[in-house]
């Protein structure tokens, strides 16, 4: 590993902070303090503080906390959980005749359904059995976590959600377990996948920054943790197999803790993450192989299956905050793939071109003198969002964008649609959603939106995995 920081005499990297020439003008070891006690008698100070009291006193929690108190309350079909695993409804019948351990589900008349638990049991109970085609897709012990971030300069480009759908989505379709880390100080995403047993938002629960072990500013060096701290930081969700590392306000005091590691320690600040998960994962990676959950007899075990569920991620999935600052740099450092959701106007379009420009700056800068490092080992692509396809200015936008780079941008795209805001209504995925008759149509048409949109990252953030014929048929549609 390069020992160098990110700012050594006689190298300075151009940072992307808000306050970069204030910051840069402070003597080295100092902090910034303003006074803004003579700014028209106080009026902002007065201001901060009676919008403060306000917002406290407003119950602007109602629509979030009853979506947290019924978070996955949402129950599968037979035909859908059939689906879920790329079977048809036979097989699961006839599973369900011969494993003792499927799940009971409820029933209505002839019809049964099942909570994402359940969907995962059967999941297991499939993939176990000999000769199954249906495999878990855990990863094997010794193999790293694969990492995906999905980031973009601009905010409102959808890609909190498009970070979530893709997260249930490997762990609804393949059985993966899925750590979701928020590295936005808002903790968008987080919202979707917290219930009321995570304090949101409260100080004293643990973020990016804790993980990292910058969540002094005032430390003059990394705060050091062991392996089991590391892991404390991940906290369960109702989703089976996904673990959260929430975003809150702390991840700013990040910031600023690399922002000075930088000046004052010889601290490479642009791969904390990448090493923090990599400790993190050599004490706790994956130590139950497959063929574990059964026994010599063949039946399934329940509590070896339990313990696996919990014991590791497959895949970890972090959502940026849009910006780029020293945090989000090492969002996008720890990744094997990265994700820009983009939308398609000319102006945002713009900001595209400024966030790879100051990326290409930042890699050039690091890879100069830390030759010990591996950045970005798998395919990284832009992904458009919320076109309106009845517009061809948007998909002849993405037409030219495609043929100057076909590997770099995809065929696939999340389209502009009402099921996205009915469900961000109630802090929901399309997965979870459950839309009332007269919305059950554009909820329909948009879970096959994200489907093909997932199913075309899978095939190329993850190309071990077997693909699904979404992707293929959405091209088709649209491109032929």
């Not at 638990?117 to 495999?135: C, D, F, K, Y």
């Not at 995403?189 to 804790?210: I, K, M, N, Q």
């Not at 922002?259 to 601290?267: E, I, K, Q």
Request: some cysteine; hydrophobic content about 40%; aromatic content about 8%.
């Amino acid at each position: 590993m390069g020992s160098a920081a990110l700012s050594t005499p006689g190298i300075r990297l151009p940072y992307l902070l808000g306050l970069r020439r204030l910051l840069k003008s402070e003597p080295q070891g100092s902090f910034i303090s303003t006074d803004i006690s003579g700014m028209a008698d106080g009026q902002f100070q007065h201001f901060i503080r009676n919008m403060s009291h306000v917002m406290g006193a407003v119950n602007t929690k109602l629509q979030r906390d009853l979506a947290l108190r019924t978070r996955v309350a949402r129950r599968y079909s037979m035909a859908e959980t059939s689906e879920f695993l790329g079977t048809d409804g036979s097989g699961l019948v006839h599973l369900a005749e011969t494993d003792a351990a499927f799940p009971e589900g409820q029933g209505v008349g002839r019809h049964r359904s099942f909570s994402p638990s359940e969907v995962m049991l059967i999941r297991a109970l499939a993939g176990t059995q000999p000769g199954s085609p249906h495999g878990l897709h855990w990863r094997c012990p010794g193999e790293p976590p694969i990492v995906v971030t999905f980031g973009a300069q601009k905010g409102g480009t959808g890609k909190s959600l498009a970070a979530a759908h893709f997260a249930q989505y490997l762990n609804l379709f393949y059985g993966l377990r899925v750590g979701v880390i928020d590295a936005d100080p808002q903790a968008t995403v987080s919202l979707y996948f917290a219930d009321e047993r995570l304090p949101l938002f409260d100080p004293g629960t643990p973020t990016l920054a804790e993980f990292m072990g910058v969540d002094d500013p005032g430390a003059r060096a990394l705060i050091s943790r062991e392996p089991s701290e590391l892991d404390a930081v991940w906290q369960p969700t109702p989703w089976p197999g996904i673990r959260l590392i929430p975003g809150g306000g702390n991840i700013q005091n990040g910031d600023i803790s690399l922002f000075f590691l930088s000046r004052n320690a010889p601290v490479p600040v642009y791969r904390v993450l990448k090493d923090a998960i990599a400790q993190w994962d050599a004490g706790f990676g994956p130590r139950t192989p497959h063929a574990a959950l059964r026994g010599p007899d063949g039946a399934f075990d329940l509590a070896a299956y339990a313990r696996a569920l919990e014991e590791t991620v497959d895949v970890i999935v972090i959502d940026q905050q849009p910006s780029l600052t020293l945090m989000q740099l090492n969002g996008l450092i720890a990744a094997d793939s990265v994700v820009i959701p983009q939308t398609m106007k000319g102006f945002d379009l713009a900001t595209l071109s400024t966030y790879v420009t100051n990326i290409g700056e930042y890699m050039e800068f690091i890879l100069g003198f830390d030759s010990d490092i591996t950045v970005g080992a798998g395919a990284h692509m832009v992904l458009p969002t919320i076109v309106q396809e009845q517009n061809n200015q948007d998909t002849d936008q993405i037409l030219d964008l495609y043929r100057k780079a076909p590997r770099e941008v995809m065929q696939v795209w999340y389209s502009r649609s009402d099921a996205i805001a009915n469900a961000a209504e109630e802090y929901k995925s399309i997965y979870e959603y459950l839309p009332p008759p007269g919305r059950r149509a554009s909820a329909r048409a948009f879970m096959a939106n994200a489907n093909a949109v997932n199913d075309a990252l899978v095939q190329r953030s993850l190309p071990h995995l077997p693909p699904r014929d979404y992707a293929a048929t959405f091209i088709t549609e649209r491109w032929s």
